[in-house]
């Protein structure tokens, strides 16, 4: 059974920085592109990152590029989202998801979602 499990989420400060992790179990990272996402209240989903999780190759959305990386442990079947200096516009529930067709289609997926795999998400509240 396929599973997407995110944690890490939490309140933190502006300026201030949280990881979130992606456990991923029912199959091996080597094969498969691993998305961030996230939705704010009252926004669309926005998908902000991708991961070839084979040789870590990455991308980023202009709005977490510089600030947010996404790094992978592949013996622990784990990818994480490493996010710095937070701003209250960081505020949202924050999914992973996985695609199996590839790194460029992962990147094209991120506009419109339609991933082969999605966790529940875990919230992240930026705010002093």
């Known amino acids: 059974q396929v599973q997407l499990v995110e944690s890490g989420g939490g309140s933190v400060q502006p300026g201030g920085s949280l990881r979130l992790s992606c456990a991923v179990s029912?199959?091996?990272?080597?094969?498969?592109?691993i998305a961030w996402f996230r939705q704010a209240p009252g926004k669309e989903r926005e998908g902000i990152s991708c991961?070839?999780?084979?040789?870590?190759?990455?991308y980023y959305a202009d709005s977490v590029k510089g600030r947010f990386t996404i790094p992978r442990d592949n013996a622990k079947n784990t990818v994480y989202l490493q996010m710095n200096s937070l701003k209250p516009e960081d505020t949202a529930v924050y999914y992973c998801a996985a695609v199996s067709t590839g790194f460029a289609s992962c990147i094209t997926r991120l506009k419109y979602g339609r991933m082969d795999y999605w966790g529940k998400g875990t919230l992240v509240t930026v705010s002093s």
């Open positions: 029912g199959f091996t990272l080597d094969g498969y592109a």
């Open positions: 991961i070839k999780s084979s040789d870590a190759i990455t």
